[in-house]
């Protein structure tokens, strides 16, 4: 949530400028975004996504010891840190508000990081150790608006299978189905470029027409 409100601010301040440096009448706001969760999503019994700063082993068994449900692990030869769930976004739970908005002539920026994760019903929402995957909340809140068309913007400039060798193929265009099966043989590699290649195709699928 601090991350949404201090980027936000950041983007807001560079587009409503160069808007205005455009002659371009439209408003900009941020949305500190919430995205509902399954609090029985499987993904909270197995924490994969590492977050906050890094300590010894020592200190982290510590820590562990002290708090049960904490989980820390080593981090790539950096240290240990603490790794929480990440679950698949449900709900985008101010979606009314961003319609709302985009309806007033508004740019919206929202669900920064991923949404700030919160389990529970529309009256009574409680937030949790989390953090949800960008790519699938950028899918939840393109079918939430009624987008026609999905972006996801990358460091590199294609899809491609065998990345990084000698044998790599950029992908022009890729049907639903063989992005599915490219990903099951995991050509996409699981942290990297497969969450957004799957979230493009959940999101495609979601309605008639649709494009990513």
């Avoid at 993904?43 to 068994?61: M, N």
């Avoid at 990903?183 to 990297?192: I, L, N, P, R, T």
Wanted: glycine share 12%; aromatic share 6%; proline share 6%.
């Amino acid at each position: 949530a601090m991350s949404q409100g201090y980027i936000g601010y950041h983007l807001q301040q560079g587009l409503l400028a160069e808007l205005r440096a455009e002659g371009m009448p439209w408003h900009v706001a941020t949305v500190v975004t919430q995205v509902r969760v399954d609090q029985d999503d499987p993904a909270f019994a197995r924490p994969t996504k590492p977050i906050g700063g890094f300590c010894d082993e020592a200190t982290a068994r510590a820590r562990m010891a002290a708090e049960p449900g904490l989980v820390m692990v080593e981090d790539a030869g950096r240290g240990w840190r603490r790794v929480v769930a990440s679950p698949r976004p449900v709900e985008i739970v101010e979606a009314d508000s961003i319609l709302n908005l985009l309806d007033h002539e508004f740019i919206v920026i929202a669900c920064g990081g991923g949404g700030v994760p919160v389990v529970g019903s529309e009256g009574v929402l409680t937030g949790v150790p989390a953090v949800i995957d960008k790519d699938f909340s950028s899918a939840a809140l393109a079918d939430a608006v009624g987008a026609d068309y999905l972006f996801i913007l990358t460091a590199v400039d294609k899809v491609s299978l065998a990345f990084g060798t000698p044998e790599q193929v950029d992908l022009d265009e890729l049907d639903a189905d063989t992005a599915e099966r490219y990903a099951a043989e995991g050509q996409f590699g699981s942290g990297s470029m497969q969450p957004k290649v799957l979230a493009a195709v959940e999101y495609v699928r979601g309605g008639p027409g649709r494009r990513a």
